[in-house]
């Protein structure tokens, strides 16, 4: 099984979190510990993984970060398929997907919380 495979212990799962910076919410699957390392997990069921995924998951390593004031470098997809039973998962790069999900909120709002249009 994975949580024995990479020694995980969850501890939390379907936690609401959130940013104030950030102006975002959402509830993470499960929330659990790598020795003394948070890890963030999240359950898929998918035909395969997209980069959506990763950056769903920056979304909530940067609410943590800020609610916990403590930083978080591992998260995972655990993918379970579609159509028959089998499942992979994958590692997210934590930074990476922080930053993209900055970039992409940051877009989000230009693009539908602002006024781009000339009076």
Known sequence: MWRDKYDTRIIAVERPVFSTQLGVAGTIDALGFNKSELVVVDWK?????YP?????????????EEMLNRSITSAWIIRFGKERPEFDAR????EKAKAAFIRAK???????LSDLWAN
């Open 52 to 64: 959506e995924f990763a950056l769903q998951a920056g979304g909530y390593i940067n609410c943590l």
């Open 106 to 112: 940051s877009f989000w709002d230009t693009l539908f």
């Open 91 to 94: 590692a997210v790069n934590a």
């Open 45 to 49: 069921t998918s035909k395969g993984f």
